[in-house]
């Protein structure tokens, strides 16, 4: 088991888009990944928020409820997307401390390769539809942040420095 650093913002990694995978992912990288998001009780981890530049993401939405329903997307896309968006307030590991409203789609349609390559595709709603949606934005280097509006913005950069070390 290996605990992974996790990036923070502003790094700049966070906000470059990644490349697609290409062959397999290694399972000790993917094993670290979960170690690193569950010791940081976190419900999904992205790829780049660990310096890996490659579009892949692993989650787990029902850990802290003893429901555990691990998964690895890899190269996700998102097919299709329920069109009346639900704002809720969103946390990122890779934005300690600061809470976002952010509106999403309630439901989406993914397809994505499984570490084995089998390719899958599902519809999500609720909770899972969201975090999906957020670890897939970390892969397109877009931060919770950039859903607000300037001056929200604004407002959650400079409560996010002040609360910094």
């Known amino acids: 088991m290996s605990i992974l650093q996790i990036l923070t913002w502003p790094d700049e990694r966070l906000s470059q888009r990644c490349a697609p995978v290409e062959g397999i992912v290694p399972d000790d990288l993917i094993r670290d990944m979960f170690d690193t998001m569950y010791a940081a009780k976190g419900r999904g981890l992205a790829a780049p928020q660990v310096g890996v530049m490659q579009r892949f993401f692993v989650m787990d939405v029902g ?6 329903s691990p998964m690895v997307m890899i190269n996700p896309v ?12 969103e946390v990122c590991l890779s934005i300690p401390g600061l809470s976002v409203p952010v509106s999403r789609p309630k439901a989406v349609t993914v397809q994505w390769t499984a570490p084995e390559g089998d390719i899958h595709m599902a519809d999500f709603d609720g909770f899972e539809a969201r975090c999906i949606q957020h ?8 931060i919770s942040l950039d859903h607000l ?3 929200s913005r604004i407002a959650c950069l ?3 420095e002040k609360a910094r070390p």
């Open 63 to 68: 850990w802290k409820e003893a429901t555990p």
């Open 78 to 89: 998102i097919m299709a997307a329920e069109r009346v968006p639900v704002e809720m307030e």
């Open 135 to 142: 670890e897939f934005d970390h892969l397109n280097g877009v």
């Open 149 to 151: 509006d300037e001056p």
């Open 158 to 160: 400079t409560a996010y």
